[in-house]
């Protein structure tokens, strides 16, 4: 585990980004259970490739703008994984669910003897099932990604989630896509390589872009060249081109997920997080490359991508203290009229992320959260929700 410690950056600071996920690793532990699940996993993951890469047909995963059915989302009760922090994380993620509730329709997966819990916390407007064990709050990781044909046709594709490469157990979360496309009724199948929701963003016209450190990883795609990963993105997302960045390797336990720093707003239209002109962490320059790079590609389509740039706020001034405090505007999430943002208590990039995204989706609500402690556990709104599209 020394080789995933916290690097410091030029400021002193260490990466805020996932790290208290990764921090809780020696406590929760990948557990035999969970290392023998992952071990069969990597078996049927190997079995089924073939099968996957025949079945997305006409399926295609949508832009997030599409119209939802309702929203997934995972209750954490794990004191293991999040020891003093599972109190404010539970609070943050019955508030995140609240609030997108107003919009669409929330379930919330729970483990069995924690759904009194959880539904008390979110409230009647939220459905709270115990049918769906789980062993974190990450949907966007865990949870399966939904495809439509346009043609009225719902599907869903597994991205074989192994603890962010076995690094947290997750003998509940590696089967939750699976069991959430049986509860729903929808088919399921499993992609040909393994990874998670939130490292890879469609534009749902063809053009993906994606971290390689997070995917072309030794610790998720071992035997697999840069090109079959490619083919096996495509496949999944029904999509045609990948756009890739370098990334930041081994300092998060995701190994820099794209969504807490580019997004697409629509087919050749991006957005991308940008830090302080004074901040030349690993970090912000790997932001600053994410914009050049996004900016000055084409996308499926064939049209340039038009990029917006969304200011992240300044550390100095947040309501944290917490050194691995993940200040993500770029982790909001989507839903029926509106866009659930946060905000981190640096009053004046607050407002000007407000106005940004609201210039970004014109019709929407957007409602910024508090969600402090999800943030010092290193996610965001995006990370732990997963929308199901209208077919």
Known sequence: MNDHAAPQDPAGRTRRRQLDRRGFLTAAGLTAAGAALAAVGGEAFAAVRPAARAAAGGFAVPLDTVRHTRTWMAWPDSSAIWGRQLAGVQANIALIA?????YEQV???ANAASVSKAKSACGSGVTVIGTIPVDDCWMRDSGPVFRTNGAGGLDTV???FNGWGN????????LVAGRIAAYAAVPFTTAAFIGEGGAVETDGAGTLMATRSSIINPDRNPNLSQAQIEAAMCTAFGASQVIWFKGVLGRDITDDHVDATSRFLASGQGLVQMPLASDNDAWSNDARQQYQIL?????AQGNPI????????DYNLIRSTN????GAYANYYVCN????APQFGDTRADAAAKVTLQRAFPGRTVEQLNIDSLGGGGGGIHCVTQQQPVP
């Open 167 to 174: 690094q947290q157990t997750h003998a509940k979360d590696t």
């Open 98 to 102: 609240k609030t997108v509730a107003k």
């Open 107 to 109: 379930i919330m997966c």
């Open 337 to 340: 009229g509106a866009v659930i």
């Open 158 to 160: 597994g991205l074989n």
């Open 323 to 326: 050194p691995d405090f993940v």
């Open 306 to 313: 038009s990029v917006t740039k969304l200011q992240g706020p």
């Open 295 to 299: 900016s000055s590609s084409t996308g």
